[in-house]
């Protein structure tokens, strides 16, 4: 079985895989970071969504191979120890979630819409969340912790 | 469960050989948006998975005198990026942001789009309109392919052994033109369309059409280039009569299938609609 390496929340692993274990597979049930989640298997939810090198990305549409070498951030990596990341906060104190399954992936990807829209509106917001269901919320505070987190986030610097 | 082999060339020459002599379960691996999500469902079996993304010439874009070249490999999210393929081609470059969400666009690749051969494929309408023309490298050296020539049926292309797309070419629009796509899903979102159409057209300067290329999807088991389309179009002012001939041609291509998303009366129809539509906006697009 082939080894890959990679860095994942700033440490170095280097796991045995199968070709076909999928990077979600590799985080979830080898790594135990099982804060990353699997809700579809359409490749839809967006439940599942971890950054790549930067970029976001559905980790249940990547094999873990195509991973190597790549730096990979997961809702684990997020907060500083004890004290939520901006984004985090916004969710927490804007009721953001209800029963947490799709929260992770709304996370990710509202830190990737912070980092590309700093200023962000309502209207963006939904947009760019085409990718990510949630079968509770409605969505309403979702979209508004995003762009709460997204403006914390602009004041505090980025 | 079979084990499945991986490699991930550097170069066009060392895929080719690994697809040639990979059986017929070798898979080209570009996105994965397709071939993953088949790939767990079960209704795929690869032997031997080729990624693609570490060669250059597939995942680079350049600008030549006469036209851009796109690599096979290069994501949607890259295409919307390039401000001058954008300004060139916005009807291509709004396809592609159609497709899936923010995370699939920056995967999606315009070769996985078009050799997935899904008739409902959004690239590839707008691929059509545009004259794209694809490359594609084999055993026997390269040959090159209209666009609409490429896929046969759902799930099935002209590609052989062996054979992998590497680059599209786009012509650089003459002055005074314009392109579009539209489709038509049932949600506003994350769906797969149920009728595509791309226009693209060029006028003179009392604003006569001189050229024309209509295409239309998901109506049909592959995309369809619509030549009465064009026909309907070109030496006239975009007037309705011509909308009219257009639509009429549009729907009279159409081969549809009736399912979930539309019966065959609809999807006939909107075919036509839509068609006029991207034709309007083609033709506003010539001015800027
Ligand atoms: C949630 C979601 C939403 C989607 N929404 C849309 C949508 O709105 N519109 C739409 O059109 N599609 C949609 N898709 C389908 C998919 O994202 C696109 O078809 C995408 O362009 C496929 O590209 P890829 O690079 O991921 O292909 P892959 O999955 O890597 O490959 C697809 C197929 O093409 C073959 N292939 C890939 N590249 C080459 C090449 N260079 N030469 C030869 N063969 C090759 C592969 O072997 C495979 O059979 C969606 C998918 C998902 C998961
Ligand atoms: S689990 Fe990845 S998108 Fe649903
Ligand atoms: S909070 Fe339950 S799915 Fe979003």
Redesign the interface.
């Known amino acids: 079985m082939p080894t890959v390496s990679m860095t994942v929340n700033g440490a170095e692993v280097s796991v045995e895989v199968e070709n076909r274990t999928l990077l979600v597979q590799l985080l979830r049930e080898q790594l135990r970071l099982t804060g990353t989640h699997v809700g579809c298997d359409t490749s839809q939810c967006g439940a599942c969504v971890v950054h790549m090198d930067g970029i976001p990305v559905k980790s249940c549409t990547i094999l873990a191979v195509q991973a190597a070498d790549a730096d990979v951030l997961t809702i684990e990596g997020v907060a500083d120890g004890d004290t939520l990341h901006p984004m985090q906060a916004a969710f927490r104190e804007n009721h953001g979630l209800q029963c947490g399954f799709c929260t992770s992936g709304m996370v990710m990807a509202g830190l990737d819409i912070a980092r590309r829209f700093p200023d962000v509106d309502d209207a963006t917001v939904r947009r760019e969340l085409s990718g990510n269901f949630c079968r509770c919320t409605g969505y309403h505070n979702i979209v508004k912790s995003i762009v709460a987190g997204a403006h914390a986030m602009n004041e505090a610097g980025g | 469960?079979a084990?499945?082999?991986?490699a991930?060339p550097a170069s066009i020459k060392e895929a080719v050989g690994l697809m040639a002599n990979g059986g017929n379960s070798a898979r080209v691996?570009a996105g994965?948006?397709d071939l993953?999500?088949q790939?767990?469902?079960g209704r795929l079996k690869p032997g031997l998975?080729v990624?693609v993304?570490s060669i250059d010439e597939m995942c680079s874009i350049s600008v030549n005198k006469n036209d851009f070249r796109i690599g096979a490999a290069v994501c949607g999210a890259e295409v919307n990026e390039h401000k001058r393929l954008k300004k060139a081609w916005p009807g291509v470059c709004e396809a592609l942001d159609l497709i899936?969400?923010?995370?699939?666009q920056?995967?999606a690749t315009l070769g996985g789009n078009l050799c997935n051969a899904s008739p409902a494929a959004d690239s590839v309408p707008a691929l059509i309109a545009a004259s794209a023309v694809a490359t594609i490298a084999g055993p026997n050296g390269r040959r090159k392919v209209p666009v609409e020539k490429i896929s046969k049926g759902p799930g099935k292309t002209v590609l052989k052994k062996g054979e992998i797309v590497v680059y599209f070419t786009l012509p650089k629009p003459a002055p005074r033109s314009g392109d579009a796509y539209l489709r038509m899903i049932p949600r506003t979102?994350?769906d797969i369309a149920m009728v595509g159409a791309g226009v693209s057209l060029t006028v003179d300067k009392s604003g006569t059409c001189t050229a024309a290329r209509v295409a239309i999807g998901a109506v049909a088991p592959i995309v369809l280039l619509v030549a009465d389309g064009a026909k309907a179009l070109i030496g006239t002012k975009i007037d309705d009569a011509a909308l009219n001939a257009l639509a009429a041609a549009a729907s009279a291509a159409c081969n549809p299938i009736d399912d979930m998303r539309g019966t065959i009366e609809y999807r006939t129809q909107v075919a036509g609609v839509l068609a006029c539509r991207a034709a309007l906006i083609a033709f506003e697009r010539t001015r800027s």
């Not at chain 2, 084990?3 to 991986?6: A, D, F, G, L, M």
């Not at chain 2, 899936?100 to 699939?104: A, D, L």
């Open positions: 469960m084990q499945i082999e991986y991930a691996l994965g948006t993953l999500v790939l767990r469902a998975i990624d993304k899936g969400s923010t995370q699939i920056g995967r979102e994350m």
